[in-house]
């Protein structure tokens, strides 16, 4: 089984971004992201902090780089998408 595997802080952080949400089967994704497209990306962040930081010396390559970028922006369109639609239907309660 395909599963997001998420650190405890991982999953704050992710939480806190209203970055987390589930598809159709219930497993955990990012928000606008399928189960495969969200675990490539959390383990390419992870390989790619790795390597920043010195704790890996395997360089993300530019396709790699370039799949993450078209990821990351799916996912914070959504993301975004709904943030705004949450805002306005506060917004628009107190009124």
């Known amino acids: 089984m395909t599963e997001l595997l998420l650190?405890?802080?991982e999953e704050a952080r992710y939480r806190e971004q209203r970055s987390l949400?589930?598809?159709e089967d219930g497993k955990k994704i990012l928000v606008g992201l399928t189960v495969e497209e969200s675990i490539w990306l959390v383990e390419h962040n992870r390989g790619d902090i790795a390597y920043r930081?010195?704790?890996?010396?395997?360089?993300?390559?530019e396709e790699?780089?370039?799949r993450a970028r078209e990821?990351?922006?799916k996912h914070e369109i959504v993301?975004?998408?709904?943030l705004g639609?949450?805002?306005h239907v506060l917004r628009t309660d107190r009124t």
């Open 85 to 87: 639609f949450r805002n």
């Open 21 to 23: 949400s589930t598809d």
């Open 71 to 73: 990821l990351r922006d």
């Open 79 to 82: 993301r975004l998408a709904m």
């Open 64 to 66: 790699d780089k370039r």
């Open 7 to 9: 650190t405890d802080e």
């Open 53 to 61: 930081t010195g704790s890996s010396t395997e360089r993300p390559t």
